[in-house]
């Protein structure tokens, strides 16, 4: 089972970046499926969550507005579209996944990908 995230790169404040996360090994499609963040020396925290469907979606203030979260379960892949960049955003983006609803703790997710480093310039 492996969640790899990509899309991570160098972009300008104010730019927009995509990153996807795809799923394999089985299918994530009644799990819910998140973003979070880690930047230089913090914890990590929550960005963003769908539920199984997307028809539920959350995000941490920070973001909202900004990124938006969105799911293509045929692809078994999660998307984060990342608008209105700030260096406050540099950090490497994990994927996650957990069979609850939804969450918003590091603790409530049992699937993890490897990170994908997004850094903003000013």
């Known amino acids: 089972v492996q969640l790899q995230a990509s899309g991570g790169g160098l972009v300008q404040a104010g730019g927009s970046l995509r990153l996807s996360c795809a799923a394999s090994?089985?299918?994530?499609?009644?799990?819910?499926r998140a973003w979070f963040r880690q930047a230089p020396g913090k914890e990590r925290e929550f960005v963003a969550a769908?539920?199984?469907?997307?028809?539920?979606?959350y995000y941490a203030d920070s973001v909202k507005g900004r990124f938006t979260i969105s799911r293509d379960n045929a692809k078994n892949t999660v998307y984060l579209r990342m608008n209105r960049l700030t260096v406050e955003d540099t950090a490497v983006y994990y994927c996650?996944?957990?069979?609850?609803?939804?969450?918003?703790?590091?603790?409530?997710?049992?699937?993890w990908g490897q990170g994908t480093l997004v850094t903003v310039s000013s």
């Open positions: 996650a996944a957990t069979p609850l609803n939804y969450g918003f703790k590091y603790e409530e997710y049992e699937y």
């Open positions: 769908t539920n199984w469907s997307g028809g539920s979606v």
């Open positions: 090994g089985r299918t994530f499609k009644s799990y819910a």
